[in-house]
């Protein structure tokens, strides 16, 4: 420590006290561990994809490599002779390394990526190279080695991998400052990368996770930084309460995927009945649903909720030059690949030496034993004169040679022992010259042609090693899931409107709806304000609230109408808007802004539903006309910030609802999701029709009942509901029945009567049963009769139902059918039928687009992400306020 950084101090005792400033301290102690974690530790190396224990990990098994398995505690014990790691942090890397199986075959317990089980203790668990490994790491040839740690041993400074291993394995790490964090990819995808950039083409890489699942790659940023990965888990519906899971997200397990579940339904997210794990080899979870509960919907609320999706950021570093380099797969792959070819021309060069050094020697031994050169050392008594004399006598025959005679050549041939000599076949050494010379030109020509030995070498290794390694991930582009749409409602929203509390916690107060706490709900003031705001146990919205409801964003079919008076003795505006984006928590005015402005009436629509109400003017004055209707239908719909159209510059004493609205919106498509009995306008379950705000719906059921309904998602339906689809008023419906008071068959045939009102068209005794209803135009049925003993079955008999009867009220009795026994009866085609065209006034939106989308803050802010688009609240929608 340099002296500047220490001072000393006297005490009152007299004793001295050091200080010392920990700025030098930081400066260099700091920095050199900083670069030894980020260079010894985290970081994997660009030349051979190895972390420094990883890579002496290799070279241990490579010292011990036999063939036969090695306790990986006796290889945990050699890899310390080269950096004293420690047996636990060298016996876990060796674990991860065994468990991407590739470079290691494993024996033993050596844990489970799906279920999170770890390893047996390396006392227990063998390994040795795989065919792989000692085919593509290891080269000793061409390795360069730097002393151990303490200088005893020679280690590889990088093993000569030639092959994409750190982007076949992946890697992560952290050390101080950075980290990496590399993505597998596919062992094929890469060769096939790798043969395709020596052809100079272009190729793309996307991972392939050990684990399988569904990802989403798009925004993948060739796996540098910044970039995004969404894996999502294998889904199924087993049976309509029963889900599977069979693969599972890149980073989580089994057990971390169930607690997450588990979580989820503690908090009221999702809803669950239990939860099964059966997994062995494979991933198999069984998630048991309540009896009611959409699967579809559920399987969205599990990827929206729980860990069966998770988003991987991906982060290309490496150390290249005893630097972290930050570089994405595509790049990465380059060089791997080009120093692969560098590899694999060194290795052919340093043959090519071998073979022509073979050569050289094989000539000058022909040369020696041909010519018997041996014989001119005879009569020499000194080394050199053995050296000289047979120098002198290869002289005459070298001139073929491709090098000079060395002392050393010369030596090697005094070794060349009698025997040999006297066994020396002249036409063998030729042969074993002229292999030599094939094997020469061979590795000249693969030099040559360096680029296709490579594309051969690459081609190779998929032929030999590809097998099994197909691509595991499914690649997919995800749609996002709305987590306001999936989430179980699961609390209840109450409302002081009086004093302008919303909130969780009022339960004396009134009840609105229920919703949950992801939601954004949405109110009203009598004096034109408008707030939207996140669910809480208690919020302070303005006194004198008139309308709550859970806000859907961008939602441009529910529909705001308004009467407002512009200040305090101004005239009367009259304005229709939607809302489609809002700042959470911020105050909107819907009036013109004057001070004591105040509604006259308000109402929200769901379906763009235009009602006329009757205005009513103060006797003030010479005014005539005190009394006039005003329709809604009539108003464009505009931004919420538009001032509106004006009713009156006189002053109202009040506004009365004349008469409900229907839409003004075009038609809505519905859908029905027979698995949860509810409808939907999600797309889920089978397409019932397009509905304006007075369709109805048809619903009869097995009991004989039968009702039209407005088409609202909260409706529930009877388990014995065995008609629903969009009612024609003017259509009939046909049924056939069994009376049992009069124990005979009847057909009937009607139209509703009265919308809404339940209606019974079978008689009410206990044993009247419904046999057949049709809602064709012209239905067809064909009768089969029971046979009678002794008799020849009656051939069965096909029934016009419209020509049978004629359409009678719903509470008439009908056509007896047929005195017979009938076994049973069969519906037939429906005979053709044209039916009449519906036309409706409301075909077109009225909707001005371009002035909703330019509400002054249409940006929204970003807080306001998480709103709810599936409002079960019914408040006051549909209904309008009067004040």
């Given at each position: 420590?340099?002296?500047?950084?220490?001072?000393?101090?006297?005490?009152?005792?007299?004793?001295?006290?050091?200080?010392?400033?920990?700025?030098?301290?930081?400066?260099?102690?700091?920095?050199?561990?900083?670069?030894?974690?980020?260079?010894?530790?985290?970081?994997?190396?660009?030349?051979?994809?190895?972390?420094?224990?990883?890579?002496?990990?290799?070279?241990?098994?490579?010292?011990?490599?036999?063939?036969?398995?090695?306790?990986?505690?006796?290889?945990?014990?050699?890899?310390?002779?080269?950096?004293?790691?420690?047996?636990?942090?060298?016996?876990?890397?060796?674990?991860?390394?065994?468990?991407?199986?590739?470079?290691?075959?494993?024996?033993?317990?050596?844990?489970?990526?799906?279920?999170g089980d770890r390893a047996a203790a390396s006392r227990?668990?063998?390994?040795?190279?795989?065919?792989?490994?000692?085919?593509?790491?290891?080269?000793?040839?061409?390795?360069?080695?730097?002393?151990?740690?303490?200088?005893?041993?020679?280690?590889?400074?990088?093993?000569?991998?030639?092959?994409?291993?750190?982007?076949?394995?992946?890697?992560?790490?952290?050390?101080?400052?950075?980290?990496?964090?590399?993505?597998?990819?596919?062992?094929?995808?890469?060769?096939?990368?790798?043969?395709?950039?020596?052809?100079?083409?272009?190729?793309?890489?996307?991972?392939?996770?050990?684990?399988?699942?569904?990802?989403?790659?798009?925004?993948?940023?060739?796996?540098?930084?910044?970039?995004?990965?969404?894996?999502?888990?294998?889904?199924?519906?087993?049976?309509?309460?029963?889900?599977?899971?069979?693969?599972?997200?890149?980073?989580?397990?089994?057990?971390?995927?169930?607690?997450?579940?588990?979580?989820?339904?503690?908090?009221?997210?999702?809803?669950?009945?239990?939860?099964?794990?059966?997994?062995?080899?494979?991933?198999?979870?069984?998630?048991?649903?309540?009896?009611?509960?959409?699967?579809?919907?559920?399987?969205?609320?599990?990827?929206?909720?729980?860990?069966?999706?998770?988003?991987?950021?991906?982060?290309?570093?490496?150390?290249?030059?005893?630097?972290?380099?930050?570089?994405?797969?595509?790049?990465?792959?380059?060089?791997?690949?080009?120093?692969?070819?560098?590899?694999?021309?060194?290795?052919?060069?340093?043959?090519l030496g071998e073979f022509e050094e073979q050569w050289?020697?094989?000539?000058?031994?022909?040369?020696?034993?041909?010519?018997?050169?041996?014989?001119?050392?005879?009569?020499?008594?000194?080394?050199?004169?053995?050296?000289?004399?047979?120098?002198?006598?290869?002289?005459?025959?070298?001139?073929?040679?491709?090098?000079?005679?060395?002392?050393?050549?010369?030596?090697?041939?005094?070794?060349?022992?009698?025997?040999?000599?006297?066994?020396?076949?002249?036409?063998?050494?030729?042969?074993?010259?002229?292999?030599?010379?094939d094997q020469i030109a061979e590795v000249k020509h693969?030099?040559?042609?360096?680029?296709?030995?490579?594309?051969?070498?690459?081609?190779?290794?998929?032929?030999?090693?590809?097998?099994?390694?197909?691509?595991?991930?499914?690649?997919?582009?995800?749609?996002?899931?709305?987590?306001?749409?999936?989430?179980?409602?699961?609390?209840?929203?109450?409302?002081?409107?009086?004093?302008?509390?919303?909130?969780?916690?009022?339960?004396?107060?009134?009840?609105?709806?229920?919703?949950?706490?992801?939601?954004?709900?949405?109110?009203?003031?009598?004096?034109?304000?408008?707030?939207?705001?996140?669910?809480?146990?208690?919020?302070?919205?303005?006194?004198?609230?008139?309308?709550?409801?859970?806000?859907?964003?961008?939602?441009?079919?529910?529909?705001?109408?308004?009467?407002?008076?512009?200040?305090?003795?101004?005239?009367?505006?009259?304005?229709?808007?939607?809302?489609?984006?809002?700042?959470?928590?911020?105050?909107?005015?819907?009036?013109?802004?004057?001070?004591?402005?105040?509604?006259?009436?308000?109402?929200?629509?769901?379906?763009?539903?235009?009602?006329?109400?009757?205005?009513?003017?103060?006797?003030?004055?010479?005014?005539?006309?005190?009394?006039?209707?005003?329709?809604?239908?009539?108003?464009?719909?505009?931004?919420?910030?538009?001032?509106?159209?004006?009713?009156?510059?006189?002053?109202?004493?009040?506004?009365?609802?004349?008469?409900?609205?229907?839409?003004?919106?075009?038609?809505?498509?519905?859908?029905?999701?027979?698995?949860?009995?509810?409808?939907?306008?999600?797309?889920?379950?089978?397409?019932?029709?397009?509905?304006?705000?007075?369709?109805?719906?048809?619903?009869?059921?097995?009991?004989?009942?039968?009702?039209?309904?407005?088409?609202?998602?909260?409706?529930?339906?009877?388990?014995?509901?065995?008609?629903?689809?969009?009612?024609?008023?003017?259509?009939?419906?046909?049924?056939?029945?069994?009376?049992?008071?009069?124990?005979?068959?009847?057909?009937?045939?009607?139209?509703?009567?009265?919308?809404?009102?339940?209606?019974?068209?079978?008689?009410?005794?206990?044993?009247?049963?419904?046999?057949?209803?049709?809602?064709?135009?012209?239905?067809?049925?064909?009768?089969?009769?029971?046979?009678?003993?002794?008799?020849?079955?009656?051939?069965?008999?096909?029934?016009?139902?419209?020509?049978?009867?004629?359409?009678?009220?719903?509470?008439?009795?009908?056509?007896?059918?047929?005195?017979?026994?009938?076994?049973?009866?069969?519906?037939?085609?429906?005979?053709?039928?044209?039916?009449?065209?519906?036309?409706?006034?409301?075909?077109?939106?009225?909707?001005?687009?371009?002035?909703?989308?330019?509400?002054?803050?249409?940006?929204?802010?970003?807080?306001?992400?998480?709103?709810?688009?599936?409002?079960?609240?019914?408040?006051?929608?549909?209904?309008?306020?009067?004040?």
């Open positions: 420590m340099s002296e500047e950084n220490e001072e000393l101090l006297n005490d009152e005792s007299g004793n001295q006290e050091t200080i010392t400033k920990v700025t030098g301290m930081y400066k260099d102690w700091f920095l050199d561990y900083a670069s030894y974690v980020i260079l010894e530790r985290a970081v994997p190396a660009i030349e051979d994809g190895f972390k420094p224990v990883q890579r002496r990990i290799m070279h241990s098994m490579k010292d011990l490599d036999d063939g036969r398995y090695n306790k990986v505690a006796n290889i945990v014990g050699h890899t310390m002779q080269y950096h004293p790691h420690g047996d636990a942090s060298i016996a876990d890397a060796m674990v991860q390394i065994g468990q991407k199986d590739l470079l290691i075959d494993t024996q033993g317990n050596w844990g489970n990526i799906l279920t227990y668990i063998e390994a040795r190279l795989s065919k792989f490994a000692l085919d593509v790491v290891y080269n000793p040839k061409i390795t360069e080695w730097q002393a151990s740690y303490d200088g005893r041993r020679k280690e590889p400074i990088n093993l000569p991998v030639m092959f994409p291993l750190l982007l076949a394995q992946g890697g992560e790490g952290i050390a101080v400052g950075l980290s990496t964090k590399i993505l597998p990819h596919n062992f094929i995808e890469l060769i096939d990368a790798s043969v395709k950039h020596l052809k100079g083409k272009r190729f793309s890489l996307m991972p392939d996770f050990p684990t399988a699942g569904i990802a989403d790659f798009t925004n993948y940023n060739d796996g540098m930084r910044g970039g995004r990965v969404r894996v999502r888990a294998k889904i199924s519906q087993r049976d309509k309460n029963t889900l599977v899971i069979t693969e599972i997200p890149f980073g989580t397990t089994t057990s971390s995927l169930i607690d997450s579940i588990l979580k989820a339904n503690d908090k009221g997210k999702i809803k669950i009945k239990r939860i099964e794990d059966n997994t062995a080899a494979e991933v198999e979870i069984l998630v048991h649903l309540p009896s009611g509960l959409s699967p579809d919907k559920t399987i969205d609320a599990l990827y929206a909720f729980t860990s069966c999706e998770t988003s991987i950021s991906p982060l290309g570093c490496v150390i290249e030059d005893n630097k972290p380099f930050f570089v994405g797969v595509t790049e990465m792959l380059r060089r791997s690949t080009d120093n692969t070819v560098q590899l694999l021309k060194q290795e052919l060069e340093i043959k050289h020697f094989a000539s000058l031994e022909r040369i020696f034993i041909e010519n018997r050169i041996y014989r001119d050392i005879e009569e020499e008594e000194t080394w050199e004169g053995v050296i000289e004399a047979i120098d002198k006598g290869l002289q005459p025959h070298i001139k073929h040679l491709k090098r000079e005679v060395t002392t050393e050549d010369i030596t090697r041939l005094t070794e060349i022992r009698i025997k040999r000599i006297s066994k020396f076949d002249i036409d063998k050494a030729q042969q074993k010259i002229e292999a030599l010379e693969h030099l040559a042609n360096l680029i296709d030995y490579a594309i051969a070498y690459f081609e190779r290794l998929k032929k030999d090693y590809g097998e099994g390694k197909e691509r595991k991930t499914e690649i997919r582009v995800f749609d996002d899931v709305d987590a306001t749409k999936v989430v179980i409602r699961n609390t209840k929203l109450y409302v002081n409107r009086e004093e302008g509390f919303i909130g969780t916690s009022l339960r004396r107060d009134e009840y609105v709806c229920d919703c949950s706490d992801i939601d954004d709900i949405i109110c009203f003031t009598a004096d034109g304000k408008m707030m939207v705001t996140k669910v809480d146990t208690k919020t302070f919205i303005g006194k004198n609230i008139i309308h709550v409801a859970v806000f859907k964003k961008k939602d441009k079919r529910t529909i705001y109408n308004m009467i407002y008076r512009d200040g305090k003795k101004g005239p009367s505006y009259v304005k229709r808007f939607a809302v489609t984006s809002m700042t959470r928590d911020r105050e909107y005015d819907m009036t013109n802004g004057n001070k004591g402005s105040s509604l006259w009436y308000f109402s929200a629509n769901p379906n763009g539903e235009a009602e006329v109400v009757t205005i009513l003017l103060r006797q003030v004055g010479s005014i005539k006309k005190l009394k006039w209707d005003l329709d809604f239908s009539d108003v464009l719909i505009k931004g919420r910030s538009s001032k509106g159209n004006l009713v009156t510059k006189y002053a109202i004493k009040r506004v009365e609802l004349k008469e409900k609205g229907v839409s003004t919106l075009k038609p809505r498509k519905i859908w029905f999701d027979d698995t949860v009995q509810r409808l939907n306008v999600d797309g889920r379950g089978e397409l019932i029709g397009e509905f304006r705000g007075e369709d109805r719906l048809l619903i009869i059921t097995q009991s004989g009942m039968a009702k039209t309904i407005i088409p609202e998602l909260t409706t529930h339906f009877e388990d014995d509901m065995i008609v629903l689809e969009k009612w024609v008023p003017k259509k009939p419906i046909s049924a056939i029945y069994y009376d049992g008071e009069k124990e005979r068959y009847y057909v009937k045939r009607f139209l509703i009567e009265q919308e809404g009102k339940e209606e019974t068209f079978i008689s009410d005794h206990p044993s009247s049963q419904l046999e057949v209803i049709s809602t064709d135009w012209r239905p067809m049925v064909d009768v089969e009769f029971t046979k009678e003993r002794g008799k020849d079955r009656k051939p069965n008999m096909e029934v016009n139902l419209e020509e049978f009867i004629a359409v009678k009220g719903i509470n008439a009795l009908g056509n007896q059918l047929t005195r017979d026994k009938i076994n049973q009866i069969n519906i037939l085609d429906p005979l053709p039928y044209e039916a009449p065209e519906e036309v409706h006034a409301d075909d077109l939106e009225v909707i001005d687009e371009e002035t909703v989308d330019s509400d002054e803050d249409s940006e929204s802010s970003s807080d306001s992400e998480n709103t709810s688009n599936d409002s079960e609240g019914k408040d006051e929608q549909g209904q309008g306020t009067l004040f």
